[in-house]
């Protein structure tokens, strides 16, 4: 079991940045991977990036790329995501997410974080 719990979200005006944050507790975090995903109202969930284990290789989705970065600090047990350039289409919930002990999918989830950016 993971157990994943962020924060970091709020209210930005365009253009502006945030930093979020993801605490995992359960199992050894610098065993596996790591992603993050977003929701927008009436759309469905999607990706936006993940994290290998180490933190040595990252992807980010084409829609955020240049803006976004992901990292982590497996002495703190914390995920991060790291957002500049904000537009109001990044509006949204975020989550992040552990696979499972396969890595066949993600099967943790956080609660969430909204981030609301103004135009």
């Known amino acids: 079991q993971v157990q994943l719990v962020e924060s970091g979200g709020g209210l930005v005006q365009a253009g502006g940045s945030l930093r979020l944050s993801c605490v995992a507790s359960?199992?050894?975090?610098?065993?596996?991977?790591m992603g993050w995903f977003r929701q927008a109202p009436g759309k469905e969930r999607e990706f936006v990036g993940s994290?290998?284990?180490?933190?040595?290789?990252?992807y980010v989705a084409a829609s955020v790329k240049g803006r976004f970065t992901i990292s982590r600090d497996n002495a703190k047990n914390t995920l991060y995501l790291q957002m500049n350039s904000l537009k109001p289409e990044d509006t949204g919930v975020y989550y992040c997410?552990?696979?499972?002990?396969?890595?066949?999918?993600?099967?943790?989830w956080g609660q969430g974080t909204q981030v609301t950016v103004s135009s």
């Open positions: 997410a552990a696979p499972s002990r396969t890595g066949a999918r993600y099967e943790y």
């Open positions: 359960g199992r050894t975090f610098s065993n596996y991977a």
């Open positions: 994290i290998s284990s180490s933190g040595g290789s990252t």
